[in-house]
DNA sequence: GCCGTTTTCGGCCCGACTGTTTTCAGTCG
């Protein structure tokens, strides 16, 4: 059973639970729900936390959910939840995933409708709409009827929240979007806040804040904007709407008095947002957009935390220009927005114990770069010479790179062949260096004669030890048998790291975000191999796979791992993208000394060495 | 049903918008 089904049976208990009373369940339907966002968000599959008895270092779930969660892994049922859903007809749970519909409309449709046969509650639904039955319901009218309509076509059509954008894509809408609105001199400010702030490997819509003392004309533009397919809705400090590509783009607005609290508020996460809430309510203070509301009999003097110029008398809130004040006020280091997951945050900020994290100003160079040398390899070439590589890299201020083209395939030459072309590679950048080093001005000491090995299905890597001679060490990565046991993948990189050239770990789970899952491997085996020999792990900037992933890159930090961020690049603009890479290694927590190519060009050279 | 700066009991985030209503319920982020 994956997570996903988990956490829908925990979302449909909740329902269940709202249905049958509301008010008496109101807390258990925010536990199952609070289960649910935890298990969909969770790195791990819970069926081998539980193997591993460790069901409860999952947040959000207690003894109880534990327990029935063992049942369900067991018996495949939990009998709990069969007694609970008995009365409640399953074709109601299929239409929740239409977008309006929730517990309350999904009952009276299911059974005024009398839809009864499970698999055909859309379908019916839509059917009755078009026989106009449906706004004869009492609490339904003409305009839900043709919205139910509307939402149903667009679920069919696929354009579902699960369908998330890689950050560049999410990048350029937003950036569309942003100097769209800049055009009417009304919006002072103009932010994108939400997941792409916040940096997430993908992003599923877009979060846009502007600061204003107009509202009206800011929304109204913002409604008109030209790519837009449909309006959601439009208030008086919110609006949204449908992209001609299916996207959901989200607009708040507020007055700059107030711009901190709100790009605190849409910047999310929200269990960030629920932790920080439950933080200050403990400080009797209450948090929203528009700021801090101090709550009756406080035992917080405010004066204490909170400046008086600040206070706005009419609505009795304290209001905030900017997001640091806002975090400063509940005694809280200002948080990075890549760190606010609920992933810890929150307490370190409160003992003054944030990282000091990495930054792309601390990258002295990128190590995995396709130069066009073409050495016959296995895989893609680059797009550029090394000597245009190496001007980027002048362009980028780096101290050094490493050119790391893919092994020459091993079916199409000898033993010999490889060596011979690794030879005159080895010949050719020397010559790039020597020539570049004449000129004392440029800051890019040396190229480095790096390549990217395959660790082939038995473990060995591609070429063979003489070739491995022509190098000043090399990246292993997995580029075929994806499909292996844990067990066996875990063997495999671990001989592929063997040999003591063999620095760098590349791209290491080898998922493709939205197209291939990264395979599972044994990593608390494999960081503890790395932080022992002194072999890197990378994160790849590569915005399809951002790999390793956030989570292990904790992990590793965790288990005294260095990192080192590469781009990958096979092009010289694609070296622009170590920004996203950094991104990765920050909502890591990593600081720079976690990042090997932080390390000035010295100080790498005596990594390698290690 | 979960969880812990003070709490193993007594709390549980906060607000916007829409449609169907005549003051609010339902849904969403």
């Known amino acids: 059973m994956t997570n996903k089904e988990i956490s829908h049976l925990l979302r449909n208990v909740a329902v269940a639970y709202l249905l049958k009373d509301e008010n008496k369940y109101r807390f258990q339907i925010i536990a199952y729900q609070k289960a649910a966002d935890a298990i969909d968000l969770s790195p791990r599959e819970v069926k081998d936390l539980w193997k591993e008895g460790k069901l409860l270092t999952i947040n959000a779930i207690g003894p109880k959910i534990a327990e029935y969660l063992e049942e369900l892994l067991v018996k495949g049922k939990v009998s709990h939840f069969e007694k609970l859903m008995k009365d409640i007809p399953k074709t109601l749970f299929e239409l929740l995933s239409v977008p309006g519909i929730g517990p309350k409309k999904a009952y009276k449709l299911v059974k005024i409708l009398k839809i009864n046969k499970e698999g055909t509650a859309i379908e019916k639904v839509k059917n009755a709409a078009e026989k106009n039955k449906i706004s004869k319901i009492e609490g339904f009218g003409e305009k839900s009827q043709s919205d139910i309509l509307i939402n149903i076509q667009s679920f069919k059509k696929g354009q579902i929240k699960e369908n998330r954008m890689v950050l560049p894509f999410a990048y350029e809408i937003s950036k569309d979007i942003i100097s769209y609105l800049k055009i009417i001199p009304e919006v002072i400010v103009a932010e994108s806040l939400g997941s792409l702030r916040r940096m997430a490997s993908t992003i599923g819509d877009i979060d846009i804040a502007v600061s204003t003392l107009n509202n009206n004309k800011v929304i109204e533009h913002f409604c008109n904007y030209p790519k837009k397919e449909r309006l ?31 790009l605190q508020h849409f910047t999310g996460s929200k269990q960030h947002n629920i932790a920080l809430r439950e933080y200050a309510l403990k400080q009797k203070m209450s948090l929203s957009e528009y700021g801090i509301k101090i709550n009756n009999n406080s035992l917080v003097s405010p004066k204490s935390l909170l400046n008086k110029q600040n206070y706005n008398s009419k609505t009795k809130i304290y209001e905030f220009e900017n997001e640091k004040d806002f975090y400063n006020a509940l005694k809280l280091q200002w948080i990075p927005p890549e760190l606010r997951e609920d992933k810890g945050e929150i307490e370190a900020s409160a003992k003054n114990k944030l990282p000091n994290l990495v930054s792309i100003k601390d990258i002295k160079g990128d190590l995995h770069l396709h130069s066009n040398y073409n050495l016959e390899p296995s895989h893609d070439l680059g797009q550029n010479s090394m000597q245009e590589m190496l001007e980027k890299a002048e362009n980028l201020n780096y101290q050094y790179i490493a050119v790391s083209e893919h092994s020459p395939s091993v079916g199409n030459h000898t033993k010999k062949e490889i ?192």
């Open 232 to 262: 959601l809705e439009k208030g008086e400090t919110t609006a949204s709407f449908i992209l001609t590509n299916g996207k959901q783009v989200d607009l708040m607005v507020q007055s700059p008095k107030s711009f901190g609290a709100l």
């Open 419 to 610: 060596i011979d072309i690794l030879k005159r590679r080895k010949d050719y950048i020397e010559q790039i260096n020597y020539s570049h080093e004449k000129n004392k001005k440029n800051t890019v000491k040396k190229i480095f004669n790096s390549m990217e090995v395959d660790i082939l299905i038995n473990g060995e890597i591609s070429i063979p030890n003489e070739g491995i001679d022509q190098l000043d060490y090399y990246i292993v990565s997995i580029h075929s048998g994806f499909n292996m046991q844990k067990e066996e993948i875990t063997k495999r990189i671990l001989h592929g790291l063997e040999n003591e050239k063999a620095k760098i770990l590349g791209h290491p789970t080898g998922r493709l975000l939205g197209k291939r899952e990264g395979y599972e491997a044994d990593w608390l085996k494999i960081f503890n191999y790395c932080a022992k020999n002194n072999k890197a792990i990378e994160i790849s900037a590569y915005p399809d796979r951002l790999d390793l992933p956030d989570y292990l890159v904790k992990e590793a930090i965790n288990n005294n791992v260095k990192l080192v961020i590469n781009t990958d690049s096979h092009d010289v603009n694609q070296m622009n993208m170590m920004f996203y890479g950094v991104s990765v290694g920050r909502r890591g927590w990593a600081k720079v000394s976690d990042i090997i190519n932080t390390l000035s060009y010295n100080n790498f050279i005596e990594w390698i060495k290690k």
